[in-house]
């Protein structure tokens, strides 16, 4: 079992920035890809980034890429999401998720979840 816990979410203007953190704990971090997700309401979950086992490696979705980072500190067991130039269609609920395989954007093959913080932007 891996327990995840977001943090960082918070009411934020247009173009302003956030930065989102996940800490895990359970079985060793480094056996896992991390990836980043979110969901608005009425609306499915939507990948956002993911980030390899040693960090060396990361891809995002063209919605974001540009804009928000993700980063990994396999020592202190977190993962981070960096978002900048927020717009208001960036409002909704942001999770983190653990999965062994590196490349999935599939949230159904994600195998750990953490509960969620939310980010609204307004405008």
């Known amino acids: 079992q891996v327990q995840l816990a977001e943090s960082g979410g918070g009411l934020v203007q247009t173009g302003g920035s956030l930065r989102l953190s996940c800490a895990a704990s359970?079985?060793?971090?480094?056996?896992?890809?991390m990836g980043w997700f979110r969901q608005a309401p009425g609306k499915e979950r939507e990948f956002l980034a993911a980030?390899?086992?040693?960090?060396?490696?990361?891809f995002y979705a063209s919605s974001v890429k540009g804009r928000f980072t993700i980063s990994r500190d396999n020592a202190k067991n977190t993962v981070s999401l960096q978002m900048n130039s927020l717009k208001p269609e960036d409002t909704a609920v942001y999770y983190c998720?653990?999965?062994?395989?590196?490349?999935?954007?599939?949230?159904?093959?994600?195998?750990?979840w953490g509960q969620g913080t939310q980010v609204t932007v307004s405008s």
């Open positions: 998720a653990a999965d062994r395989h590196y490349g999935e954007t599939n949230s159904k093959n994600f195998d750990y």
């Open positions: 359970g079985r060793t971090f480094s056996d896992y890809a």
């Open positions: 980030i390899s086992w040693s960090g060396g490696s990361t």
